[in-house]
């Protein structure tokens, strides 16, 4: 079992910036995707960025140029960098990751409790 913890999400003012980290705890193998969503109020969840096993980047296009994406592969952590944030990146943010916890099983979707990110004066 893969447990994913969220944290840094909290108030900001228009033009900030946050960092949201995403600590694994658990037995992992492999993991085959990193990625963060997030979920506004009434409306769907959404990718926001993904990184795959061998690196390639996938972000959506509300958040091109504002944000980065990393990892420490020997924390099990990934960490999300926004920059220049706006009222409309107001959402619950969660961490993603697709991963096998043996080399035998197939891989399997385990998601973080979320963190609550705001953007407001």
């Known amino acids: 079992q893969v447990q994913l913890v969220e944290s840094g999400g909290g108030l900001v003012q228009p033009g900030g910036s946050l960092r949201l980290s995403c600590a694994a705890s658990g037995t992992i193998s492999r993991i085959n995707v990193m990625a963060w969503y997030r979920q506004a109020p009434g409306k769907q969840r959404e990718l926001v960025a993904a990184?795959?096993?061998?690196?390639?980047?996938n972000f959506a296009d509300l958040v091109k140029g504002r944000i980065t994406l990393s990892r420490d592969n020997a924390k099990n952590t990934v960490y999300l960098q926004m920059n220049d944030l706006k009222p409309e990146d107001k959402a619950v943010y969660y961490c993603?990751?697709?991963?096998?916890?043996?080399?035998?099983?197939?891989?399997?979707?385990?998601w973080g409790q979320g963190t609550q990110v705001t953007v407001s004066s």
């Open positions: 993603n990751w697709n991963a096998r916890t043996t080399p035998w099983e197939r891989a399997y979707d385990y």
């Open positions: 990184v795959t096993r061998d690196g390639r980047t």
